[in-house]
C-alpha cells in the first residue's frame, strides 16, 4: 500500500472525525477538543488520532478520556459514512507538539536580545 494512500486517509479521517466532535458528540468533556493530526499505521489496522483542548494539562486529558468512551461510536459512524473495507481503531492522545513549539519560542525570546526601536539611537 503506498504511502500517499494512508496520508490521503490520514486526512480524511482528521476532517471526518472533526465533523463528528462538532455535531454528533454530545459528552461536554469533548467540546473544547481539536483534531490534530491523524497517523494511520499502514496496514490501516490502527491510527494515533492527536488531540489538543483548550485548558490546563488536566481538562485536556478529560477530553482524550470523553473521546475513548466514544471511540465505538465515532468508529461505527465512519464505518458507515467512508467507503474504507476497514475503518482503522482509534487510539487518541494528548498533542504535545504545540506545547513544545511554545516552549522553544518562549526560550528564543528569552535568549535573543529585544528588538531596538527605530528613533530611539543615542
Same mark, same amino acid.
Given at each position: ?7 490521503? +486517509? ?6 471526518? +472525525? ?24 499502514? =496496514? ?23 473521546? +475513548? ?19 482503522? =481503531? ?13 516552549? +522553544? ?18
Amino acid at each position: 500500500m503506498s504511502y500517499r494512500r494512508v496520508d490521503r +486517509i490520514n486526512e480524511l479521517l482528521k476532517q471526518e +472525525i472533526s465533523l463528528l466532535l462538532r455535531g454528533e458528540l454530545a459528552d461536554p468533556r469533548v467540546a473544547g477538543a481539536t483534531i490534530t493530526a491523524v497517523k494511520a499505521s499502514p =496496514e490501516l489496522d490502527s491510527a494515533r488520532v492527536f488531540v489538543t483542548a483548550l485548558g490546563d494539562d488536566e481538562e485536556k486529558e478529560e477530553a482524550v478520556a470523553g473521546l +475513548i468512551s466514544a471511540a465505538p461510536f465515532i468508529r461505527r459512524t465512519l464505518s458507515r459514512k467512508l467507503t474504507l473495507r476497514r475503518v482503522p =481503531e482509534l487510539r487518541f492522545e494528548v498533542d504535545h507538539q504545540l506545547e513544545g513549539a511554545q516552549r +522553544i519560542e518562549r526560550l528564543l525570546r528569552e535568549v535573543s536580545p529585544p528588538p531596538e526601536e527605530d528613533g530611539e539611537k543615542e
